[in-house]
């Protein structure tokens, strides 16, 4: 085991010194050289001497710094943004909360301050790099994925890479030379190992072998080449090392059988009693029903008995066969129950200490092996081991942030270009300064002898002053310099113009008035056409590795946050109002198990992209004009408009005017509850009246049905007191005739 890691450490000594190659350290050279010049030590200490000898200034006028620090703005005045895309859509769902998680961790880590020095390394050394880690001692040991930044003269690269992400080098290796009382406090659980370790004594070639006194500046080297322990005494310096390799992992995809336990099956199995019982009491009742039909039908004589005997038959028969059925399902359901199988992925390892269980082993299915890239973390300390892990990304979370790709490790910042004419720019005011500075004092040509010198010396340059000189001698005469070339004046300002060309940053767009457009609209334009240079390196290099590095935290965050967790951020409204986003909510069943998970986020499936543009400024004013047309258009409220200006106390007015708002929404609903009433209101009172209305038309009709009533009967009544009394009338009359004939036949 000892030859082993010896052998790894060896390896990975052996590979930083293959990737500390004479163009990685020319390249450090010009970096360190391009970085004093942003910082504004742009004479060496020769050049110094020189100038001080012939009686010149030294002093600079340093055109870089606001440059670089204009580009800086316009590629970090906004946070960036990702997005990410679910597979399905139950990930659509988790993938929305995705970027309020970046959001948070971004916030935690102080994104905004790590972004600003990666830019600024991009345009000044030519490549910044972000980390992204896990820092397992947050959330009281929970972890949190955390972004961090690395000196990019302690990045070494595998020199064969050519991909301006550095996805197809073999090796990543970070190395720093730090004192053991700061390793101690990082790794508190190797504390032993660190202080038995040794040095390798390997130095990084960096900036702190300069010559010393070739720079005014204290840069990061030279307070590390030495430190001391908390009670003053000497701290040796050890070399760390962080060795990143991407590997081809092997990895088990297991269908596993999951049986259910034995509280399940017997809640199944009562279930599934239950609904055969309720189907049975069901088809009782349903046949019941339908032989109290049949009776009645054959009561009726609609149908004979023979009939209504097999149709109560024929219902039997087909209400058992459908309960044999339903049996044979929920029987179907519960074997399925018992053979139930998982999806679970596993590495190799981690499936041949499976193996060597019998009882796990026999539940496993299948198995089918695959591979996947993995990165491998060797952490090394002196001559010791620390680690030698898998991570669980598949690409290196050292991201680099390039300026100008080279096709190599080594790119180019923004600063070299202008070290030519800045260096021709300071010669040139110099020199003008020089010749100002000689003409506004004079110096004389005498005889030896023919003026007292110390008396010349002190009163030659002052006004008004009377100068003797010795006769016999000639007078002294004034040395004039000669006028400058004018071609000085063209120089410094075409100096100043060639940068800004370079450059792509104008003078119009660092505030300059005399430079800027006598219109609103022409400023609008210089200021878009002044950043296009900007953008194009935003769309083309950087916002591929911001797209780059949140995939690489997506990885990390799915791997650490697994657990239930609660995220509080700030939104980014400028209102302060808080958001939570809950991952990983646990769904309990009957018996108290977590059986799945609510916003499940370490398995969801999602990509994630780079919003476009992000990052990039606003121009305020323009933004401020296009709200307020919307303003006045209706499309937003008066708050709204509020949140985007840079007014005083902003938030308290907007809680003012929040609290005026919800007193008017509260004002205008009682007014419509109010409204509501009233026509209800006068609803019922119409209903009312049209209810008073037909009560008195229904009591007229039944008054009217009444006296029509009476007046039927009535004419019954007389109808049949006319047919008696005709009848009657009739029966008199036939008398009367009969009388009369009996008369007539006895007279004759």
Not at 139 to 154: A, H, K, L, S
Not at 178 to 200: H, V
Not at 433 to 445: K, T
């Amino acid at each position: 085991m000892a030859r082993k890691t010896k052998k790894l450490v060896d390896n990975v000594v052996e590979l930083f010194r293959k990737a500390n190659s004479s163009e990685r350290q020319k390249w450090q050279t010009d970096s360190q050289k391009n970085y004093e010049f942003f910082l504004g030590d742009q004479l060496t200490a020769q050049e110094k001497e020189n100038l001080e000898s012939a009686g010149m200034p030294d002093f600079i006028i340093n055109r870089i710094t606001p440059v670089i620090e204009m580009m800086k703005f316009f590629a970090t005045a906004n946070n960036p943004r990702w997005q990410a895309v679910g597979v399905e859509g139950s990930d659509s769902d988790v993938a929305a909360l995705h970027s309020d998680i970046a959001d948070y961790c971004w916030n935690n880590s102080n994104g905004t301050s790590l972004y600003s020095s990666v830019i600024q390394d991009a345009l000044v050394k030519g490549v910044g790099y972000m980390q992204v880690d896990v820092d397992p001692d947050q959330d009281r040991g929970m972890g949190e994925v955390v972004f961090n930044t690395v000196d990019p003269f302690d990045v070494y690269v595998d020199p064969t890479s050519r991909d301006f992400l550095f996805r197809d080098a073999n090796y990543i290796i970070v190395k720093k030379d730090m004192p053991k009382e700061q390793l101690i406090k990082l790794f508190p659980d190797s504390k032993r190992k660190i202080k038995n370790a040794n040095p390798n004594n390997l130095s990084n070639n960096d900036y702190s072998q300069r010559d010393i006194v070739d720079s005014d500046l204290i840069l990061n080297a030279d307070v590390r080449s030495s430190s001391y322990t908390k009670d003053g005494k000497d701290d040796e310096i050890l070399d760390y090392y962080e060795a990143y390799f991407k590997e081809k992992v092997a990895y088990m995809n297991l269908f596993v059988n999951k049986p259910p336990s034995v509280e399940e099956m017997k809640q199944i199995e009562s279930q599934a009693e239950q609904t055969i019982e309720d189907m049975r009491k069901e088809m009782v009742v349903q046949l019941e029903e339908q032989k109290l039909q049949l009776s009645q039908s054959v009561q009726q004589g609609e149908m004979i008995e023979e009939r209504a005997m097999l149709e109560i038959e024929k219902s039997q028969r087909a209400m058992e066969a459908e309960l044999e059925q339903r049996r044979i399902v929920l029987t179907s359901q519960m074997q399925e129950a018992q053979t139930r199988v998982e999806n679970v992925v596993v590495t190799e390892v981690e499936y041949n200490l499976l193996m060597e269980d019998e009882n796990l082993s026999a539940n496993i299915v299948d198995a089918i092996k695959f591979y996947e890239n993995r990165v491998n973390l060797v952490t090394i300390i002196g001559d010791k081991l620390l680690f030698d892990g898998i991570l669980q990304v598949s690409e290196y979370p050292i991201i680099p942030f390039v300026y100008q790709h080279t096709g190599t490790p080594f790119p180019l910042g923004a600063v070299s270009p202008l070290v030519g004419k800045q260096r021709e720019l300071n010669k040139a005011h110099q020199i003008m300064i020089h010749n100002a500075n000689l003409a506004s004092n004079l110096r004389w040509m005498y005889e030896e002898g023919s003026v007292p010198e110390e008396e010349w010396e002190k009163y030659s340059s002052s006004p008004g002053a009377l100068l003797k000189y010795r006769q016999g001698f000639a007078p002294p005469q004034p040395v004039q310099p000669l006028p400058l070339n004018s071609a000085f004046y063209g120089i410094t300002q075409n100096a100043k113009s060639d940068m800004e060309y370079t450059s792509g940053i104008y003078s119009s767009m660092q505030g300059d008035v005399g430079a800027s457009p006598e219109t609103y609209r022409g400023l609008l334009a210089m200021d878009e056409y002044g950043t296009r240079r900007i953008k194009a390196w935003m769309q083309g290099v950087i916002e591929p590795s911001l797209e780059h590095l949140g995939k690489i935290f997506k990885d990390f965050a799915q791997d650490t946050y697994q657990a239930h967790k609660v995220f509080r951020l700030v939104q980014p409204n400028n209102i302060n109002e808080e958001k939570s986003v809950e991952i990983n909510v646990p769904i309990f069943n009957d018996y108290g198990e977590s059986v799945e998970k609510w916003n499940d986020y370490a398995s969801s499936k999602f990509d994630v992209r780079i919003i476009g543009g992000s990052t990039l400024p606003l121009n305020r004013w323009a933004l401020l004009e296009e709200y307020f047309k919307w303003y006045q258009s209706g499309l937003i409220d008066d708050i709204a408009m509020i949140a985007e200006t840079d007014i005083r106390n902003k938030e308290s007015i907007i809680k003012r005017k929040s609290v005026y708002m919800q007193l008017r929404n509260q004002l205008e609903e009682l007014n419509n509850v109010l409204t509501d009433r009233e026509g209800t209101i006068e609803t019922l009172e119409r209903q009312l009246v049209q209810s008073g209305i037909n009560s008195k038309v229904k009591d007229a009709d039944m008054r009217i049905q009444k006296d029509l009533l009476e007046t039927e009967t009535a004419q019954s009544m007389f109808r049949e007191k006319l047919k008696n009394d005709t009848s009657l009338k009739i029966k008199e009359l036939g008398l009367a005739v009969s009388d009369a004939k009996k008369k007539q036949t006895a007279t004759k």
